[in-house]
């Protein structure tokens, strides 16, 4: 049992006097029901049966109520979605758009993490750490649900306002979220002062705790739940809904020829005195490294790094940048370009599916150390300064750094795209997926720069995906782009059938009929994607037609007269 001084007041609670705070906290800290019964409908089949034990819910009815409230609390704050989550979306999004929301997948799936991230928010105000971390004594965990009335914690009840405490901590939550938390908290909490009153008068635990305890329906959903997705929605993920229906991880066509020649493997490094020269096929310089702007314990990185821009690591480090950053945008972020990473180079490495062994770690480092002091340069001759800003804030003891900021180049994106002349705004959609990789792990990173190859002739293409759903890439264009990407022409047939293929996860990359070609299944959003922007392209299309046609007309009318 934690003395009084061991208990730590929660934020949630900051509004009540310290000793009922301490006791909350304290009863809350000894609810072995955090822990005990993982099943929801089975929980609250016992709950009701001890609502239909007179005797005992007399005794202890509001304890019950607030041990099952807790327990709510602290079950939906999952790491992952559960269909709990699932549901709730589906309920709210029903009354949105006619109910076309409903089915929507990619709706359902923002709005469901969205409520577990806040549940897990919510929460931490009311739950002390032990909880949430699961770290309750074993003894405490074996207990059943039966063991927790507590007809003494008649302090449970507390008011503030004139409502439960429970309640206006809810309250104040979702005024924070934005207007239609502050909307939702308002009506509500008006609706939970009139249940207050009623419990003064009929001493109905379910009365007074309305807001989280429901039991007319199955699964029991508690209004705490749905007032919660409701708001989210409302004021969070329509817009971010919003803007990934318009924006996708991409990259310009013109960009791509800038940076396509530093990801290829055939590329000529040159290093001299002064810097370090990348050369194009054309013999031109495509990117450079001044080495006297460079601290000197740094260029063998950064020489390494430029060596390794156009390895698989280079590669699953660019996706996850444009990712990222488009991400970022889509939740509002308002540094979109600001990548703070927790843990370093390690963390980085992991993240983008490379792991974390020391080899594979230095290179992921040696990369980023090269897109920040690298500057490359345009066909017509224009300079793009370095990718990123690379900034590392705090260390380890050994000296390596323990949190890393990454400041994204406009390059990296979407909005570059209006930087660009107009025949080079077409974007070629980044996948975060790799294909799968076949053959000898010597020619992975060349299936990478082959991946991006084929997404630019989809993009190159976009008008037609849009009018058939596929794309016409011939042997020979395939031949084409496997030289391009150093891949060697005697696998080039065998990675076709391999991207081509289901696997054992059922992953392929494309869809073959003959020399048509479209993207997997899996792939939806980047197929809509891909189809907006041909439709973009076919209405631009149009409209080039109509002016010139008018223009010819103009000119005729001022010919005959």
Not at 141 to 149: D, H, V, W, Y
Not at 188 to 209: G, I, M, Q
Request: hydrophobic share 35%.
């Amino acid at each position: 049992m934690n003395t009084i001084s061991e208990i730590k007041i929660l934020p949630a609670f900051s509004r009540l006097p310290q000793d009922i705070a301490e006791k909350i906290s304290r009863d809350i800290l000894d609810t072995e029901s955090s822990c005990s019964v993982r099943d929801f409908n089975y929980m609250f089949e016992f709950f009701k049966e001890s609502v239909q034990n007179s005797k005992t819910f007399e005794l202890g009815d509001v304890s019950i109520c607030f041990r099952a409230a807790i327990w709510i609390i602290n079950y939906l704050s999952t790491e992952d979605p559960s269909q709990l989550h699932y549901h709730a979306a589906r309920e709210v999004l029903k009354k949105y758009e006619n109910g076309k929301l409903e089915n929507d997948e990619g709706a359902r799936d923002l709005l469901a993490r969205a409520l577990v991230k806040e549940c897990n928010s919510f929460a931490s105000l009311i739950l002390p750490k032990e909880i949430l971390q699961g770290n309750v004594p074993d003894s405490k965990k074996s207990m059943s649900f039966r063991g927790l009335l507590n007809p003494n914690a008649d302090h449970l009840i507390y008011s503030i306002d004139g409502m439960l405490w429970l309640d206006d901590a809810f309250a104040q939550y979702i005024t924070s979220i934005g207007d239609e938390g502050e909307n939702a908290a308002s009506e509500f909490s008006n609706a939970s002062r009139s249940w207050y009153k009623e419990y003064e008068c009929t001493r109905k635990a379910l009365d007074l705790f309305r807001l989280w305890i429901d039991l007319s329906k199955e699964p029991y959903y508690c209004r705490y739940f749905y007032i919660l997705a409701k708001v989210l929605w409302k004021d969070r993920i329509q817009l971010q809904f919003e803007r990934k229906q318009k924006l996708y991880p991409a990259l310009p066509i013109g960009l791509m020829e800038t940076i396509k020649p530093a990801l290829q493997k055939s590329s000529n490094i040159v290093q001299n005195r002064d810097r370090i020269d990348i050369y194009g096929k054309a013999g031109k310089v495509v990117a450079s490294a001044q080495i006297p702007c460079i601290d000197a314990k740094a260029i063998p990185l950064v020489t390494r790094g430029i060596r390794s821009l156009g390895s698989l690591a280079g590669h699953r480090l660019l996706r996850w940048q444009v990712k990222s950053g488009c991400q970022n945008i889509i939740e509002g972020n308002p540094n979109p370009n600001t990548l703070l990473i927790e843990g370093g180079f390690e963390t980085i490495s992991h993240l983008i599916g490379c792991g974390k062994n020391k080899s594979t770690v230095t290179e992921v480092k040696s990369i980023l150390y090269a897109q920040a002091h690298s500057s490359f340069y345009t066909s017509n001759g224009d300079r793009i300064s370095s990718l990123i800003i690379l900034n590392e804030i705090g260390y380890h003891r050994n000296k390596e750094p323990n949190r890393l900021s990454i400041v994204l180049g406009d390059v990296l994106l979407p909005h570059y795209l209006f930087s660009l002349p107009q025949n080079q705004r077409r974007l070629i959609p980044i996948i975060s997926d790799l294909p799968p990789l076949v053959g000898s792990p010597n020619t992975h990173a060349a299936q990478a720069m082959l991946q991006l190859l084929v997404l630019e002739e989809f993009s190159k293409q976009s008008d037609r995906f849009a009018e058939r759903g596929s794309v016409l890439i011939s042997l020979e264009k395939w031949g084409e782009m496997s030289s391009e990407a150093a891949l060697p022409k005697s696998n080039l047939s065998k990675v076709i059938d391999g991207w081509t293929t289901d696997d054992v996860n059922g992953r392929a990359f494309l869809k073959k009929d003959g020399e048509e070609f479209a993207l997997s299944d899996i792939y939806i959003d980047v197929e809509k994607f891909l189809e907006d922007q041909g439709k973009q392209r076919m209405i631009g299309r149009k409209k080039g037609i109509i002016s010139s046609d008018k223009t010819a007309t103009k000119k005729s009318k001022l010919l005959e007269s």
